[in-house]
């Protein structure tokens, strides 16, 4: 079983910043790609940034020059640095993560997603 959890969400004002964490913790399980997405009230989920994992990133354009996303692959972690923040950043945070499960004999693609960390900036 793969677990991942978010922490660092609360309630900034604009112009504040706020730094994501999120933990992956299980066994058998090989992370190649991890990435942030983000679920406003009566919006879809949408990217926020994705990290490979050798270093390769992607941002939404929304987010590009505020944001930076980074990973600690020896400890499993994921981060996002939120610098800039607007009313509109106000969201759901989730982390997710692309990779092998392993077994015995065999090893299938997985993803998983954590429970999300709610973001509030205020303007």
């Known amino acids: 079983q793969v677990q991942l959890v978010e922490s660092g969400g609360g309630l900034v004002q604009a112009g504040g910043s706020l730094r994501l964490s999120c933990a992956a913790s299980g066994s058998n399980f090989n992370i190649n790609s991890m990435g942030w997405y983000r679920q406003a009230p009566g919006k879809q989920r949408e990217l926020v940034a994705t990290?490979?994992?050798?270093?390769?990133?992607i941002y939404a354009d929304s987010v590009k020059g505020r944001f930076t996303i980074s990973r600690d692959n020896a400890k499993n972690m994921l981060y996002l640095q939120m610098n800039s923040l607007k009313p509109e950043d106000t969201a759901v945070y989730y982390c997710n993560a692309n990779g092998r499960l392993y077994y015995s004999s065999t090893s299938r693609a997985v993803t998983y997603w954590g429970q999300g960390t709610q973001v509030t900036v205020s303007s």
């Open positions: 990290i490979s994992s050798g270093g390769t990133t």
